[in-house]
């Protein structure tokens, strides 16, 4: 009988013996590692040859995030290697890399009846769910949380055993010896890891893992302007020079390449014709494929190049059907209805709550459009089927999802697939989504030779999920002196993450997805609309809206749009009461001491003016969990209309890992950010899309990218990701930097679509 995360709970809540002693029945779990000649294991992690190279498993997808560095470095600090000699390999999909810190936060997707059962990573049931799920997926920056601990303790476990072997050498005490820069050390003798591998891992380390005093950090005051890096990038020569290997980049004997065309986005999709005739005869033309896969209908073609494959494609001119597509103007009203008439659910209220009911004196309304992922590359999977068993090569942030997607899709069991995870370029949680696993597991299948499928960029733009559109009226009460003493936000967004969990984590297509959560209550849409400010009285609801569209993920996700609601109604809020707005932000943020520091270093970083007078600047800030960042955006409006001539920013992550990292993080989430601002909207009729290009999406160029600057607290709190910090806290501070300029309030976004 399958074990499910329901019954689980369900067993547990009726008094079940049984699903207590699953849960503490021990789980044993083979080395993912397979050393190689000259190679030894150390633990799940660590590799080390007898040429004394360190070898480190990597179990998160790098997308540009700099993974592939920060666990690297993190086990070179605590083991003692040199970094000259330190390598990278992708791991394997395996209950020993299960991500329990993102486990923990996703609880109220995989666990909607009780989260707080196991809402924490430490918990058994979080641990049990997640090994078992291998449930090692890359989202909303928990790789350090999740793997710096492991990473650490087994560099440290590794280091005692390398110890413990030349302590046998020389007939001394291990704990007397030191390690660093790849050799073990003692009194002026030294031994290289390489000459020590074999004999240390026949050693049992010992318990708990001997840990240096202080865990791998940079500080920011150690690295001005061309300071050389410790910890340069491991990727980054091979991205320069184009040895990078890719999903894209898969060639394998006999391979045949795949082009595919998509029905539009909506209910009950099908092929309603295409001309084959037109391709008879094509010169490497193959075959063609009829596809349903999570919900939707598709066509791919078949030839030995992909130009060839595309070509044929476009030659047949699929035609589809589909009985609802998606379509935006409904969408409007659908949002609009909710906002007004549909009851909310309250996500978080504190004081007085009956002194927020009714109508507040001031109430504004703020929206975001539909946006669609842009990321450098497209979708492309590479698949070979052969006596049952499927390989699949494929860049994922979800690797076991991907996994059971393309075995569902063939049936096969999930244990009779081989991922070979690969990097992606760019994401930014787009490939949360599995869809070209599915789709080429099946063309493999029915072609018969080894395939690479990759989309086209229309396909990806076609075919891809939106981020939700999101509406807000936020209300507030203000004091004599124009302090807030009441504020209500009434947010309406559909369950976009409750719907996202049920395609990852239950394989359901989009529209059952969006139908299993229609109406439902969705704290995760609105993660961040409660402000870090002191209110007395505060109350934030959700309206789960019911717009017939399925949404995804996207950078930034929920804090991408409460950060632009809540910022730009509290500069509102200043404005109206004649207030300075950075001053009007500090007299409420109370406790929140270190998101002052960054309000404050900022204004001295950008030389803030006040925001007012036609200076063009506007502030904004953010607190998205451990993390706090502050932005002051610089605007101008000239003869060739508005343009952002600087973005200054300061944030505290904590302790920083990789200090030149953690500024490329910042740095790109505010043009990433900035491109929301500018573009990336989607609209949407009869199932397709207004846009299939890069060039129609409004993006900002290199030309249009305005000066940046970035500092760091020198802070001990826990790391924090930087991902996103600067995507959520970017479009308010251009907004109320628009508004200096121009004296004009930009409340919807992307912001283009307003008269400038």
Known sequence: MAVTRRGILVGALAGGGLALGYMLRPRRYPLPLAPGEGEYAFDAWIKIGSDGVVTVAVPQVEMGQGITTLIPQVVAHELGADWRQVAVEPAPVSGLYANLALAAKWAPLWMPLAPSLADQPEDLLTRRWAQDRRFNVTADGTELAAYEGPARAAAASARAMLMQAAAARWKVSWEECEAGDGFVTHEGKRLPFGSLAEEAAAFSPPSPPPLRAEAMAERPGEFPPGAPLR???????AKVDGSWTFAGDVRLPGMVHAAIAHAPIGLNTSISGLDEAAVKGMRGYRGIVRGMTNGGAWV????????????????????????????????????????????????????????????????????????????IETAAAAAHFSEGRLELWVGTQAPEAAREAAARAIGLQTRDVVLYPMAIGGSFDRRLENEPAAQAA?????????????????????????????????????DAEGAIAGWRARIAVPATAREFGRRLLDGDAPFDALAAVAG??????????????????????????????????MRGNAHAWTAFFNESFVDELAHKASREPLSYRMAMLGKETRLAECLQRVAVLAQWGGGGDASGQGIACHVMGEGRIAVVASARRDENGVRVD???????????????????????????????????????????PDSDSLGAMGLPK????????????????????????????????????????TGLRLRRLPFFGEDL
Not at 322 to 339: K, Q, R, Y
Not at 538 to 544: E, G, K, N, S, T
Not at 657 to 680: M, P, W
């Open 231 to 237: 910890y340069p990038r491991l990727d980054l020569p």
């Open 300 to 375: 791919a073609a078949v030839a030995t190049d992909g130009w060839t494959a595309q070509a044929a494609l476009t030659r047949m001119a699929p035609r589809f059907k589909v009985a609802a597509g998606a379509d935006s103007d409904l969408v409007d009203a659908a949002m609009d209805e909710a906002l007004h008439t549909v009851d909310a659910a309250t996500i978080h209220t504190q004081g007085d709550r009956e002194s927020l009911r009714g109508g507040l004196p001031l109430q504004l309304r703020y929206e975001v459009a539909p946006a669609i992922h842009a990321a």
């Open 702 to 741: 290199l030309a249009d990218c305005p000066a940046i600057e970035v500092e760091f607290i020198d802070s001990k709190a826990q790391p924090a990701d930087p991902g996103e910090l600067g995507v959520a806290a970017v479009a308010p501070a251009v907004a109320n930097a628009l508004y200096s300029a």
């Open 646 to 688: 600087r973005l200054s920013a300061v944030a505290d992550i904590g302790r920083i890992v990789n200090y030149d990292i953690a500024r490329q993080q910042i740095e790109g989430g505010l043009v990433f950010g900035l491109g929301l601002a500018l573009g990336c909207a989607v609209r949407y009729e009869g199932g397709r």
């Open 442 to 478: 099946v063309i493999a299948k029915a072609i018969g030779k080894p395939v690479q499928l990759t989309w086209s960029r229309r396909e990806e733009f076609r075919a891809g999920l939106p981020r939700a559109p999101v509406a807000a009226v936020m209300g507030a009460r203000v």
């Open 520 to 553: 439902k209550a969705d704290a995760m849409a609105v993660e961040g609309a409660v402000p870090p400010y002191d209110i007395p009285n505060l109350v934030v609801d959700h309206v789960p809206a019911k717009i017939g569209l399925p949404t995804a993920r």
